[in-house]
């Protein structure tokens, strides 16, 4: 199988989930409607894919990780609802559509992230997560997912990018915000995926040094495409981050393609242990890694 069909077939799994998850959701219909325009309106769906890529490489069960890939998912798409805020970084667009402040108002788009965050952890934390022999793994994926996308992670992040907006920054704060903002939800999918696997704490380092690493390269990535990217293919405004800590603020656009350059290299060296059973997350890398080229 190669890479583009392997990422459409996992795109419909996870579309189906998501669907299947906002339909067992008891809400104001008005409520739902903008987490269902939120979630279900297009994206990567890189998080979930993730999670069940690692978990099929670590020989585990896809079915059992995709709770914790949507749910992840929903947690990414609350922070992205939250990011186009006026009060954030006042985006009218996403994906190519209006955001959803835009469409639902404000004080809407404001619960529809809060309910996509909350009922997140509902999912990680539901009965088929929970059994005996189960319920371990869950703690464990639940308390790495919250690492990921609270103060230590991608909310600690969002408050420094925040405050050093404007300001001279520095090359370690910038790699702070990074790793912290983005790296850290792209890593929790493939702690998850390990996780479900079973694999043991020296492969789940290596797991998580992949993870650390395309998640790094995919915000380096995203900052050269706010720069020379094309409007209609990103599907959201660009040369808005000129007040914010970026790669090439920082290092020039030559250097940040040489730094997503060697963190590919790197995640894909930390899972050559895998052999054949690996190929589509070096795929997966590699092809974050071609903007850079």
């Known amino acids: 199988m190669d890479l583009q069909t392997f990422l459409d077939e996992k795109r419909i799994l996870v579309q189906r989930s998501l669907q299947d998850i906002l339909t067992s959701i008891n809400a104001p219909e008005v409520l739902k409607e903008a987490m269902a325009y939120s979630l279900l309106g297009g994206g990567k769906r890189l998080r979930p894919i993730l999670a069940a890529a690692v978990c099929e490489a670590a020989k585990g069960p896809v079915d059992a990780v995709m709770p914790y890939g ?18 954030m970084d006042n985006d009218d667009l996403r994906r190519g559509r209006p955001t959803c402040h835009v469409v639902f108002g404000e004080a809407m788009a404001v619960l529809a992230g809060d309910a996509l965050l909350t009922e997140a952890f509902r999912v990680m934390a ?7 022999g189960q319920a371990p793994i869950a703690c464990r994926i639940i308390f790495e997912v919250a690492r990921a996308a609270g103060v230590e992670g991608m909310v600690g ?26 790296a850290a939800l792209l890593r929790a999918p493939v702690l998850a995926g390990a996780l479900v696997a079973g694999v043991d704490d020296a492969m789940l380092a290596r797991f998580s040094t992949y993870g650390d690493c395309i998640g790094l390269a995919f915000q380096i990535k995203d900052d050269l495409l706010d720069v020379d990217g094309d409007e209609t293919k990103v599907g959201k405004r660009l040369k808005k981050d000129d007040a914010k800590q970026t790669y090439v603020k920082h290092y020039g656009i030559e250097a940040s393609k040489q730094r997503i350059n060697e963190l590919i290299h790197q995640a894909i060296a930390s ?16 092809r974050m890694g071609d903007r850079a080229s």
């Open 271 to 286: 899972i050559e242990c895998l052999g054949p059973d690996g190929k589509m997350l070096v795929e997966l890398a590699r």
């Open 70 to 87: 949507c749910a992840i998912e929903m947690i990414h798409t609350y922070s992205l609802i939250h990011d186009d805020l006026p009060c």
């Open 157 to 182: 992040g969002q408050v420094l990018d925040v405050i050093y907006e404007g300001q001279e920054g520095s090359k370690e704060m910038v790699e702070t915000i990074h790793r912290s903002k983005t």
């Open 126 to 132: 539901s009965t088929g997560n929970m059994t005996p």
